[in-house]
């Protein structure tokens, strides 16, 4: 009798690696931050193999600003925005940091697809994200919810917050910042002046100027030369009838001043075109020192 030919049996697959779980949301932070205020400690990942924290960027000026989403449509103008400025914002001394929930896969997808040039952190513990009061509520097309709030703090070398910003519009925020960030920026002192050139200055302010005080030679100085008395002068003295016989030219009147060009009235101001209606209701809030 032939033998049965008994099944292959089949391996069972690989069962793929889940992603690790996502921390439950969290309800919203009770944290108000002013300026003044000392920078709540954080420690996060970044998606070029680094971390940074607070520790690690002692003594140096940073922008800490949080957005919602990688790839969404307001977050990524934000983020290319504070790319374009980024060597502005370097030559000031502030280092540019992007936080979000998203993890250092979606970073790194993000910044590829848009070439960005920022560092952009993983609070996916939201960590960050509570400490700084950015996560708490906000409304989402006239609903109240709870997420990340879009805003962003500069802080100082020494670990305070010297500007705080609650962002309703993504578009230009970064150029806002780093024109306030300039405008904080003292003046730098005029150079003091060489000493050298300070003495010949002062000695020439002080030499004498020598004055001319030599008399004039007489023979330079011509005398008046006497003038013979006219005939016809000698005449008309002697006959003044002859003189009042003609009447004296009568002045013409002068041309009448016309009247001066009324001023024409000012145009009047166009009206502004009106900002299209930011992300949110209320207009961006700004603090700084």
Same mark, same amino acid.
């Given at each position: 009798?032939?033998?049965?030919?008994? *099944? *292959?049996?089949?391996?069972?697959?690989?069962?793929?690696?889940?992603?690790?779980a996502?921390p439950?949301?969290?309800?919203?932070?009770?944290?108000?931050? *002013?300026?003044?205020?000392?920078?709540?400690?954080?420690?996060?990942?970044?998606?070029?193999?680094?971390?940074?924290?607070?520790?690690?960027?002692?003594?140096?000026?940073?922008?800490?600003?949080?957005?919602?989403?990688?790839?969404?449509?307001?977050?990524?103008?934000?983020?290319?925005?504070?790319t374009?400025?980024?060597?502005e914002?370097e030559?000031?001394? *502030?280092?540019?940091?992007?936080?979000?929930? #998203?993890?250092?896969?979606?970073?790194?997808?993000?910044?590829?697809k /848009?070439?960005?040039?920022?560092?952009?952190?993983?609070?996916a513990?939201?960590? !960050?994200?509570?400490?700084?009061? !950015?996560?708490?509520?906000?409304?989402?097309?006239?609903?109240?919810v709870?997420?990340?709030i879009?805003?962003?703090f500069?802080?100082?070398?020494?670990?305070?917050i010297?500007?705080?910003?609650?962002?309703?519009?993504?578009?230009? /925020?970064? !150029?806002?910042?780093?024109?306030?960030?300039?405008a904080?920026?003292?003046?730098?002192?005029?150079?003091?002046?060489?000493?050298?050139e300070?003495?010949?200055?002062?000695?020439?302010?002080?030499?004498?100027?020598?004055?001319?005080?030599? !008399?004039p030679?007489?023979?330079?100085?011509?005398?008046?030369?006497?003038? #013979?008395?006219?005939?016809?002068?000698?005449?008309?003295?002697?006959?003044?009838?002859?003189?009042?016989?003609?009447?004296?030219?009568?002045?013409?009147?002068?041309?009448?001043?016309?009247?001066?060009?009324?001023?024409?009235?000012?145009?009047?101001?166009?009206?502004?075109?009106?900002?299209?209606?930011?992300?949110?209701?209320?207009?961006?809030?700004?603090e700084?020192?």
């Open positions: 009798m032939a033998k049965k030919k008994t *099944a *292959a049996k089949k391996k069972p697959a690989a069962k793929k690696k889940a992603a690790p996502k439950a949301k969290p309800a919203a932070s009770d944290v108000t931050l *002013a300026v003044g205020d000392k920078a709540p400690a954080f420690d996060l990942p970044a998606d070029d193999g680094q971390r940074y924290s607070t520790s690690s960027l002692a003594g140096q000026r940073f922008v800490l600003y949080f957005y919602p989403r990688d790839n969404t449509s307001g977050c990524t103008t934000e983020a290319q925005e504070f374009q400025l980024a060597s914002f030559a000031l001394g *502030a280092t540019i940091l992007g936080v979000s929930t #998203d993890s250092l896969e979606s970073h790194a997808k993000f910044r590829e /848009h070439a960005l040039g920022v560092v952009l952190l993983s609070d513990d939201y960590e !960050a994200s509570l400490a700084y009061g !950015a996560w708490g509520e906000k409304s989402l097309y006239g609903k109240p709870v997420g990340m879009r805003s962003t500069v802080v100082g070398p020494d670990g305070t010297e500007s705080k910003y609650v962002v309703r519009r993504a578009a230009g /925020h970064a !150029a806002a910042v780093l024109a306030d960030l300039r904080s920026e003292p003046e730098p002192d005029e150079p003091e002046p060489d000493e050298s300070a003495i010949e200055a002062s000695a020439s302010e002080s030499a004498p100027v020598e004055a001319d005080t030599a !008399a030679d007489a023979t330079d100085v011509e005398a008046p030369a006497e003038s #013979d008395p006219d005939e016809s002068d000698s005449e008309d003295a002697a006959s003044p009838a002859a003189v009042e016989d003609e009447p004296a030219d009568e002045d013409e009147p002068a041309d009448e001043d016309e009247p001066a060009d009324e001023d024409e009235p000012a145009d009047e101001d166009e009206p502004a075109n009106a900002d299209e209606p930011a992300d949110a209701d209320e207009p961006t809030t700004a700084s020192v």
